[in-house]
């Protein structure tokens, strides 16, 4: 979970550097260049897996682990530290291991460390939706090159859930030395490693000796956080950076124009939503959040802030996810005649404030802006609390939280149904990102508990009913269906933006 949780966000450190529009100062790429320079807009939170949870973090994790299997930007699944994996009846798994992979400490890769990373993950408060369903008791690991375990239940997900950021595979005995050292000291499989993390500025990772795959194009990969939009559009232009992620809708002409740069595009599986908390406040009256559906004009808000990038958001679930049933789902014109009306019959005053957080970057700060006006035309004020993506986060999921209403996008890094209403809706995910709503309801939780574990003949009509559900009682209102839009020199070749937000970088060659 972009994921995608989805949740969305960006970051840093800047140039001060005018910006050119045609031509401005990127250079094409010498052929003994070997490193590759990356803007984001947020910095990782923890480089352990298992506690990461943002497209920030993962796209660093990415370089330094491997999971079992991956699911490539195609949408493909590929083996990737598994050599294959069989399924004897619906809850047995046999995985049987590539050999000769090491950890960038030397060690070998085992079938205990599967087992080990495995039943860490299953334990963790972030994923243990995901993998707490294998049976602890029955992981045989008596062949080093073949790990064999059981899942309490069946589960149509979890062989794409191996692909999960979350499950890449860690060294049993370094972890067990010290569980807390993966945070800041990672010890993976993967091509890269870590060797400098200066939080919220950049990150520096180097080849990793001991890596098991083809050798990338280069040995050094930097990481720079740049959390204003338009100074990581500088940095690409002045040839400062190689690649800038996240580039704002109304900067992408800047690098389209500029004939040293190209501009990556692709809808994405995120969901970007306004969360309205439903546990105390305004909105703990469902008229209220219905009215917010009469009260905001969200074509106009996509409109004046993405500029024709994205898509108008219906429901829940990305279309591109299996089961999404949000292209037949209409949204509600304005009428603010209506949404004065709810608001009357659910005791909001006019007048009322609503506190409304986000993330400091640009495009979110916009939309809170629009929001503002847009409910003062209700009777509404708006106090809007920007702040940097960590600040943020830890703020929406205090036990004592004072937002009313947040502004995020979450995209499940599993391309499943299960997963974007679970993680945002379940009753078991209050307070967890992104279901920072504190939004539950039992008749969800049983519907999405029967998804995962029905046939695939018949979860179709058990996710729309799941959908339906969740539109009805509008714990958020649904914004756009994201894109990605990304800058990079054009001497940047073999790079595919991943639609769930995060990217293996280390494929990418220099022409």
Same mark, same amino acid.
């Given at each position: 979970? %972009?994921?995608?949780?989805?949740?969305?966000?960006?970051?840093? !450190?800047?140039?001060?550097?005018?910006?050119?529009?045609?031509?401005?100062?990127?250079?094409?790429?010498?052929? /003994?260049?070997?490193?590759?320079?990356?803007?984001?807009?947020?910095? #990782?939170?923890?480089?352990?897996?298992?506690?990461?949870?943002?497209?920030?973090?993962?796209?660093?994790?990415? +370089?330094?682990?491997?999971?079992?299997?991956?699911?490539?930007?195609?949408? !493909?699944?590929?083996?990737?530290?598994?050599?294959?994996?069989?399924?004897?009846?619906?809850?047995?798994?046999?995985?049987?291991?590539?050999?000769? $992979?090491?950890?960038?400490? *030397?060690?070998?890769?085992?079938?205990?460390?599967?087992?080990?990373?495995?039943?860490?993950? =299953? +334990?963790?408060?972030?994923?243990?939706?995901?993998?707490?369903?294998?049976?602890?008791?029955?992981?045989?690991?008596?062949?080093?090159?073949?790990?064999?375990?059981?899942?309490?239940?069946?589960?149509?997900?979890?062989?794409?859930?191996?692909?999960?950021?979350?499950?890449?595979?860690?060294?049993? #005995?370094?972890?067990?030395?010290?569980?807390?050292?993966?945070?800041?000291?990672?010890?993976?499989?993967?091509?890269?490693?870590?060797?400098?993390?200066?939080?919220?500025?950049?990150?520096?990772?180097?080849?990793?000796?001991?890596?098991?795959?083809?050798?990338?194009?280069?040995?050094?990969?930097?990481?720079?956080?740049?959390?204003?939009? =338009?100074?990581?559009?500088?940095?690409?232009?002045?040839?400062?950076?190689?690649?800038?992620?996240?580039? =704002?809708?109304?900067?992408?002409?800047?690098?389209?124009?500029?004939? /040293?740069?190209?501009?990556?595009?692709?809808?994405?599986?995120?969901?970007?939503?306004? *969360?309205? !908390?439903?546990?105390?406040?305004?909105?703990?009256?469902?008229?209220?959040?219905?009215?917010?559906?009469?009260?905001?004009?969200?074509?106009?808000?996509?409109?004046?802030?993405?500029? *024709?990038? *994205?898509?108008?958001?219906? &429901?829940?679930?990305?279309?591109?996810?299996?089961?999404?049933?949000?292209?037949?789902?209409?949204?509600?014109?304005?009428?603010?005649?209506?949404?004065?009306?709810?608001?009357?019959?659910?005791?909001?005053?006019?007048?009322?404030?609503?506190?409304?957080?986000?993330?400091?970057?640009?495009?979110?700060?916009?939309?809170?802006?629009?929001?503002?006006?847009?409910?003062?035309?209700?009777?509404?004020?708006?106090?809007?609390?920007?702040?940097?993506?960590?600040?943020?986060?830890?703020?929406? &999921?205090?036990?004592?939280?004072?937002?009313?209403?947040?502004?995020?996008?979450?995209?499940?890094?599993? $391309?499943?149904?299960?997963?974007?209403?679970?993680? !945002?809706?379940?009753?078991?995910?209050?307070?967890?990102?992104?279901?920072?709503?504190?939004?539950?309801?039992?008749?969800?939780?049983?519907?999405?508990?029967?998804?995962?574990?029905?046939?695939?003949?018949?979860?179709?009509?058990?996710?729309?009913?799941?959908?339906?559900?969740?539109?009805?009682?509008?714990? =958020?209102?649904?914004?756009?269906? &994201?894109?990605?839009?990304?800058?990079? +020199? %054009?001497?940047?070749?073999?790079?595919?933006?991943?639609?769930?937000?995060?990217?293996?970088?280390?494929?990418?060659?220099?022409?």
């Amino acid at each position: 979970m %972009k994921k995608k949780f989805v949740a969305v966000a960006l970051a840093m !450190t800047m140039l001060l550097t005018a910006c050119g529009g045609g031509g401005g100062g990127a250079k094409t790429a010498e052929k /003994d260049k070997d490193t590759l320079v990356i803007a984001q807009a947020s910095d #990782a939170e923890s480089m352990d897996p298992t506690i990461q949870n943002s497209i920030y973090a993962e796209n660093i994790i990415k +370089q330094i682990y491997d999971p079992l299997v991956v699911r490539k930007p195609d949408g !493909t699944m590929e083996n990737r530290l598994a050599e294959s994996i069989e399924q004897p009846d619906d809850v047995t798994y046999v995985i049987k291991l590539k050999e000769g $992979v090491k950890f960038s400490n *030397g060690e070998d890769f085992t079938s205990e460390d599967v087992a080990y990373t495995l039943n860490r993950v =299953a +334990q963790s408060d972030a994923y243990g939706y995901i993998f707490g369903q294998i049976d602890p008791n029955s992981y045989d690991t008596s062949d080093p090159h073949v790990i064999k375990f059981k899942l309490k239940a069946p589960d149509a997900t979890f062989k794409a859930a191996l692909s999960h950021p979350a499950a890449s595979m860690v060294d049993k #005995a370094t972890t067990e030395k010290d569980p807390e050292a993966l945070g800041t000291n990672p010890v993976g499989t993967g091509p890269f490693k870590l060797d400098d993390w200066k939080k919220l500025d950049n990150t520096a990772l180097s080849y990793n000796e001991n890596y098991w795959g083809e050798k990338p194009a280069f040995t050094k990969m930097v990481f720079r956080i740049i959390p204003e939009d =338009a100074n990581r559009v500088i940095e690409l232009d002045s040839g400062q950076a190689d690649i800038a992620m996240e580039v =704002a809708p109304n900067d992408a002409s800047k690098v389209e124009e500029n004939e /040293d740069l190209a501009l990556y595009t692709k809808l994405d599986n995120s969901v970007h939503f306004i *969360g309205l !908390t439903v546990d105390r406040g305004i909105f703990k009256d469902p008229k209220a959040r219905e009215a917010m559906t009469y009260a905001l004009d969200m074509q106009a808000i996509i409109d004046a802030v993405y500029m *024709g990038h *994205g898509k108008i958001a219906t &429901g829940p679930v990305n279309p591109n996810i299996p089961y999404s049933v949000s292209d037949s789902i209409k949204p509600e014109k304005r009428d603010i005649e209506k949404a004065k009306a709810l608001l009357k019959e659910s005791g909001v005053k006019e007048g009322d404030t609503i506190k409304l957080y986000v993330h400091d970057q640009q495009d979110r700060k916009d939309m809170a802006t629009i929001i503002q006006s847009q409910l003062a035309e209700v009777g509404l004020k708006v106090e809007i609390n920007a702040m940097e993506w960590n600040a943020y986060m830890s703020a929406l &999921g205090k036990a004592d939280h004072e937002h009313d209403m947040f502004i995020m996008s979450w995209s499940p890094s599993i $391309v499943d149904p299960h997963y974007p209403l679970y993680a !945002t809706y379940a009753t078991a995910k209050k307070g967890v990102g992104p279901n920072f709503m504190f939004y539950g309801n039992p008749e969800l939780d049983a519907l999405i508990e029967k998804g995962l574990r029905a046939p695939e003949n018949e979860r179709a009509a058990v996710y729309k009913e799941a959908q339906e559900l969740v539109v009805k009682e509008h714990p =958020a209102i649904f914004a756009l269906y &994201g894109e990605q839009i990304i800058g990079a +020199q %054009k001497y940047i070749k073999n790079f595919e933006p991943d639609p769930c937000g995060s990217n293996e970088f280390y494929h990418i060659t220099f022409e």
